[in-house]
């Protein structure tokens, strides 16, 4: 079964960076297109970025030019760096394959943007 662990989250000052983890078993990172996601309070999962197999990225219009997703298949890892947080709303940040499966989501990392 696979598990996915999110990590990094936490307080930020405006305009400082984050960087999320997402530690998963197994080796659905080297095979799968992965995602993050967050969700604010009461609201769906939004798509943050995904990457493929290949490294390919795509990101979310308001996500571009401030955050990275990147992954080492190595360690079964996906990261998401994020610069320049300023107006973005409490939320949880998740990470699963995309399309995501309802059985992967984690815990997820809280990540509050506030001076």
């Known amino acids: 079964q696979v598990q996915l662990v999110e990590s990094g989250g936490g307080l930020v000052q405006p305009g400082g960076p984050l960087r999320l983890s997402c530690a998963a078993s197994?080796?659905?990172?080297?095979?799968?297109?992965m995602a993050w996601y967050r969700q604010a309070p009461g609201k769906e999962h939004d798509l943050v970025a995904t990457i493929t197999q290949d490294g390919s990225t795509y990101y979310a219009d308001a996500m571009k030019g401030r955050f990275t997703i990147s992954s080492d298949n190595t360690k079964n890892t996906v990261y998401l760096q994020m610069n320049s947080l300023q107006h973005e709303v409490p939320a949880v940040y998740y990470c699963?394959?995309?399309?995501?499966?309802?059985?992967?989501w984690g815990q997820g990392t809280q990540v509050t943007v506030s001076a």
């Open positions: 197994g080796s659905i990172v080297k095979s799968s297109r």
């Open positions: 699963n394959e995309h399309p995501p499966l309802v059985n992967y």
